[in-house]
């Protein structure tokens, strides 16, 4: 509903149907249009419309990497399908109808966020949304819950299970709208700290312990290894006791960086931290020390993180201490 004050209000009125409802015969395809004739009532749907049954297939879904990936968990058919509809062109969608099929779909796409109905038949959204988050695989993923009871306790057990935010059944699909990208833009606020200069603390850059201890993990197999000029990956995802795929993930998901990315600027971040408290040693020292074999390289992509190149990293560190001398 949309209204403007001394003008009036625009209501819209969507009535989700299946094409399994209809006969053969109660259906004429003609050009860009189906026309449904029941009982000498005759209604022109557009064909893309009809096609409700296609965004529940993630595989249609997942071309467009510049829009986030939703998945709607939601036993009742009708609505489903109108939560994708409404959603399908502002985000990437994909449907479940029950917690189970909800949570294979989260561990085998990622998506960037989950709205999950609580009363569902064969796993609710409460177990749905414990799960998801008890799961080194899940657990970074905003999970919103809908649900039909509006009584304070029912909020807190949905909150307590980890869930993110809380909509009661009848909402506003502009309150979720906003709800959803919020939470979508407060992830990515969160992976911006990995670009600061300084390393972000585990605590501050994560939501949850799983993934605090992850990345505390990460930080110290990197440290462990920082003279290595490649920590390979099979090495990493070994010593982090998780599948190369969960790896990516895992780090994309959180940081925002590939895993070469992530060691390297954790790299970067530690010669920055050798050059402010060893001004006295030279470039090439500081490379070696931090597992760059080529001098060089190591100066074109600290200039690439930093701005400066790191002989002019360290005298502006120089001139900053020297004003503050004086």
């Known amino acids: 509903m949309t209204s403007e004050l001394n003008k009036g209000s625009t209501f819209t009125v969507v009535l989700p149907y299946c094409r399994e409802d209809f006969a053969e015969n109660?259906?004429?395809?003609?050009?860009?249009?189906?026309?449904?004739?029941?009982?000498?009532?005759?209604?022109?749907?557009?064909?893309?419309?009809?096609?409700?049954?296609?965004?529940?297939?993630?595989?249609?879904?997942?071309?467009?990497?510049?829009k986030s990936l939703i998945l709607i968990v939601e036993d009742n058919y009708d609505l489903r399908n109108f939560l994708l509809h409404s959603m399908n062109s502002e985000f990437r969608v994909m449907g479940?109808?029950?917690?189970?099929?909800?949570?294979?779909?989260?561990?085998?796409y990622t998506p960037d966020l989950i709205v999950s109905d609580i009363m569902m038949p064969v796993m609710d959204g409460l177990e749905l949304c414990s799960r998801l988050k008890k799961e080194l695989h899940t657990c970074h993923i905003p999970v919103i819950l809908l649900t039909a009871k509006v009584m304070i306790e029912h909020w807190i057990e949905g909150l307590e299970t980890g869930?993110?935010?809380?909509?009661?059944?009848?909402?506003?699909?502009?309150?979720?709208?906003?709800?959803?990208?919020?939470?979508?833009?407060?992830?990515?606020?969160?992976?911006?700290?990995?670009?600061?200069?300084?390393?972000?603390?585990?605590?501050?850059?994560?939501?949850?312990?799983?993934?605090?201890?992850?990345?505390?993990?990460?930080?110290?197999?990197?440290?462990?290894?920082?003279?290595?000029?490649?920590?390979?990956?099979?090495?990493?995802?070994?010593?982090?006791?998780?599948?190369?795929?969960?790896?990516?993930?895992?780090?994309?998901?959180?940081?925002?960086?590939?895993?070469?990315?992530f060691v390297n600027m954790y790299k970067l971040r530690k010669a920055a931290s050798c050059l402010a408290a060893n001004p006295q040693l030279n470039i090439s020292e500081i490379a070696f020390e931090v597992g760059f074999n080529d001098p060089k390289y190591f100066s074109r992509i600290f200039r690439k993180v930093f701005g400066v190149t790191p002989s002019e990293y360290t005298r502006t560190l120089h001139k900053s201490s020297v004003i503050q001398e004086n």
């Open 96 to 108: 479940a109808e029950n917690g189970k099929e909800g949570f294979e779909l989260a561990k085998k």
């Open 163 to 261: 869930a993110d935010d809380y909509i009661p059944k009848p909402f506003n699909i502009q309150i979720l709208h906003l709800k959803i990208t919020n939470l979508i833009e407060s992830r990515k606020r969160l992976r911006q700290l990995f670009s600061r200069v300084e390393h972000p603390t585990p605590e501050e850059s994560t939501v949850n312990q799983l993934d605090q201890q992850f990345i505390e993990r990460a930080y110290a197999i990197v440290e462990k290894n920082i003279q290595e000029p490649e920590l390979y990956v099979d090495h990493f995802a070994r010593e982090m006791m998780v599948s190369k795929s969960l790896l990516f993930k895992k780090i994309k998901a959180i940081t925002g960086y590939s895993i070469v990315d």
């Open 26 to 66: 109660e259906l004429d395809f003609t050009g860009s249009v189906a026309t449904i004739n029941l009982k000498s009532k005759v209604d022109v749907i557009s064909e893309e419309i009809l096609q409700t049954e296609s965004l529940d297939n993630p595989e249609q879904q997942l071309a467009d990497k510049s």
